[in-house]
């Protein structure tokens, strides 16, 4: 992804950022003349979790929703995550479809993770001139996603439609709908949010933690017997004219601006100074976006703008400051992340700064105990107050006949990581096991999870308000919730049941670093769901007949199905690739989906291919909420302002029932019917 983003930005900064140019409608008019449709896509929205606190008396403007029309659960992808069933909404099509199976997919020639987002570049080649290489030839990274989104028929019907902050849509493929990017949208890394942290205090296990950990002292810098200053430097993107093509970047390639905190001697308060911005911070105070702007080229050439906040944890004794994720600034986007180009800085233009980062939420801090819970809720709210901004921007815009869609992450994310304080979905539930480590923010944030669902509350009425007479109004969420307790470590499974073997004797390792013995492994796990054969003529060195896998695959399927942990099922169905997918990519696709039963997860390390010790473990992470399991386990919800004459939706119903609500065919191969069709 780094490779990419950076290879990105150096094609950008040769040939100049060209906004696209939009083309003519081809109707005249909105289709037919018909009312127009609002959407409202929340992420991680649980129908059971909706339900009681509809009961409750905690979400009229939901209650009021599903009085007019329709509540019903609606069925997810398979798997069950985000970047998955959004695409699937997106296209209608399955994942055999649009070719996105989880949120990592493997390079079989390598046996590598790679990312879900972007087809692998071609970083071309590059000539040397003065310590500075200029690319020459080679490929701009491309959206992975196969497909026609639902907007490019709409707009070629003539109804004007507005997207904001669609996950899967980074890098934007072209089109002529204003569709802003969101999750999988990068940082000005290349990543998906690494945030910097400064501090006076050593940092435990830095080298596990996903930020940039700076221990920093204070020096004396105006002489007068008093150290109250610290200079310190802040990474962007990676400085792609100092690397050779395909050159990974390691810790000294990347671009800095340099930072200076200059501490008040008798209040707790700091000055913050980043590159040319400044802001005076209180104790627990966050800074309003500061831009930056990193300088690839001499004489300040071509400059690259960010955007970055501070948030001030600490004074005395010690200083602690966090940084967010550099931010593509969307005053200047350094690369594309909307269609047209310009969508992004219009809507600057009309809100000023905004997050531009696919998931701005900072889990990471969280996870890595940077940030405590009262920490994160602060930080939350500066997102839920980018959003209402911006919806409330979008509905200003909303004219009767067009088609709005609005991504909501106030639940998503927060499941994630506040599970462990208290399990919204079932009250009764026993403690979960990283509940201990944080028992005294129960108290405080143990109804949390409710309040962002109250939070959603109070969008919706907004949109109930003011949306035309007439209109269409659709909230609908991608998948559901449940809890994250015990996770699991698929390959550690494959090895101890014989179908992965390790080098030397070895009991541990990882793929990334060449410790699989492949002339003996059968079977290999990649990403949160999937599970691959190791089949000669595809992976690298396969030693699997390509007769004899439906055989293995049965017998792995079995095996896993019957897995217990005490009492409990771990995994609930273990699903064919080639027999839940269709489609023109179905061969991309894992050769299983692993579908786990509630409670249960795939590891983050077995994810990327580490092999442990422990198959199954207790989870301890502040992640402690999921979805990544079998799908009926997490369906997600629809709530339409009009009866629905029927029951059993999915997904890509939804989005045939945006086309036929203005009598636009459906793209071939997309799956779904209307919603509203007897």
Known sequence: MRRAAGLLLAVLLLVGRLDALSSAHA???????????????????????LQRLIDEGKMPSF???AATGSFQSLGTANPPQSPVAWSTFVTGLNPGGHGVFDFVHRDPKTYLPISSATLPEDPGSAVSLFGYYIPIGGKTPQNTRGGVPFWDPLMKAGVDVEVYRMPGNYPPPPSDAKVLSGMGTVDMRGGYGTYSWFTTYPVQGREHMKGDIHQVSLSDDDLDGK????RATLKGPPDVFRMPPGHVPGDADYLTVPVTFRVDPEHDAVLVEAGDSRALLRVGEWSDWLPVKFHPLPASLLPLEGIVRFYVRQVRPGLEIYAS?????????????????????????LLGYYYTQGMPEDTNALKDRIFDDDDYKRQVALVQQDTTAMLDLALTRFEPGDTTFMYLSDIDLQCHMLWRLGDPKNLDAPPHPARAADEHAVAAHGEDIEGYYRHVDQLLGGVLERVPEGTLVIVMSDHGFQPYTRKVNLNAWLRDNGYLVLKDGKH???ITTGDVDWTKTRAYGLGFNALYVNQRGREAEGIVERTAAPALLAEIGAKLEAWRDGDAKVVRRAFLGDKIYSGPRTAEAPDMVVGYDKGYGCSDESTLGEISETVIEDNLSRWSGNHLMDPEVVPGVILTNRKLPRTG???PDVTATLLAHYGVPLPQGMEGKDVFAP
Do not use: C, H, R, W
């Open 649 to 651: 939706y999915a997904l």
């Open 227 to 230: 150290p109250d200053t610290v």
């Open 63 to 65: 209650a009021k929703l």
């Open 508 to 510: 541990t390792g990882k």
């Open 325 to 349: 994720p550099v931010n593509i600034s969307p005053a200047n986007p350094a690369q594309d992340i909307s269609t047209p180009s310009s969508f992004a800085n219009e809507l600057y233009a």
């Open 27 to 49: 109707a005249d008019g909105k289709a037919a003349d018909k009312t127009g449709i609002f959407v409202l896509g929340v992420d991680g929205m649980d129908p059971v979790v």
